[in-house]
């Protein structure tokens, strides 16, 4: 069966970093888009960052453009978001997600075809 396993959370002072994976097993991982998403307490789990399936084109939401980069590894079926700058803000569950499309990429989490079980980052101030 298809699995997403992310690893890289953990706890950060405010303006470190950390790099977050995603190693996906039971798909063609060059046939799918992948994406970060992230869930605060008491929030709705919104978009952090996606990249298309070649990885030629990607997405990011205004809160962390210019901090966190997301690439992809299609020989090794990994995705990666490296963290840069972190705020207290960006302390959330970090789940990875695919979903089946090349060419073009998604920010939308009632696309997803499947979820990572999550990562939880937390930044102290």
């Known amino acids: 069966q298809v699995q997403l396993v992310e690893s890289g959370g953990g706890l950060v002072q405010a303006g470190g970093s950390l790099t977050l994976s995603c190693t996906a097993s039971g798909l063609t991982f060059s046939n799918y888009a992948m994406g970060w998403f992230r869930q605060a307490p008491e929030k709705e789990r919104a978009i952090v960052a996606a990249i298309s399936s070649g990885g030629s084109m990607t997405y990011y939401a205004d809160s962390v453009k210019g901090r966190f980069t997301i690439s992809r590894d299609n020989t090794k079926n990994t995705v990666f978001l490296q963290m840069n700058s972190l705020k207290p803000e960006d302390a959330a569950v970090y789940y990875c997600?695919?979903?089946?499309?090349?060419?073009?990429?998604?920010?939308?989490?009632?696309?997803?075809?499947?979820w990572g079980q999550g990562t939880q980052v937390t930044v102290s101030s």
């Open positions: 997600a695919a979903d089946f499309r090349r060419g073009t990429l998604f920010t939308r989490s009632t696309v997803v075809d499947y």
